[in-house]
């Protein structure tokens, strides 16, 4: 049974940081590209980043480029995701999603297996 646990969300002021960790179990995790996504009440599930299976290449929305950092360590079946510089607009609940196309896809629909998510919320 495959399941993604997120964790690290939390409450944090503008211009705080926080640090998303999601674990992997029941898939050869360094076998899938791993994506984070988040939604915001009422709003659709929008991509966050992505990382290729193997590590180092990576893809973000442009609305946290330069922000957001996601890693993974294959040895641990984790995947980060490192968030400096937030913004209130980040609240959201963030949810960690693998996907074991060829592909390289932002689409929420074309993943494979999801967590349950974790709440993010920024003050200002």
């Known amino acids: 049974q495959v399941q993604l646990v997120e964790s690290g969300g939390g409450l944090v002021q503008a211009g705080g940081s926080l640090r998303l960790s999601c674990a992997a179990s029941g898939l050869p995790f360094a076998r899938f590209a791993m994506g984070w996504f988040r939604q915001a009440p009422g709003k659709e599930r929008e991509f966050v980043a992505r990382?290729?299976?193997?590590?180092?290449?990576?893809l973000y929305a442009d609305s946290v480029k330069g922000r957001f950092a996601i890693s993974r360590d294959n040895a641990k079946n984790t995947v980060y995701l490192q968030m400096n510089s937030l913004k209130p607009e980040d609240t959201a609940v963030y949810y960690c999603?693998?996907?074991?196309?060829?592909?390289?896809?932002?689409?929420?629909?074309?993943?494979?297996?999801w967590g349950q998510g974790t709440q993010v919320t920024v003050s200002s």
């Open positions: 999603a693998a996907d074991g196309g060829l592909g390289v896809t932002t689409t929420a629909t074309e993943y494979d297996y």
């Open positions: 990382i290729r299976a193997s590590g180092g290449s990576t």
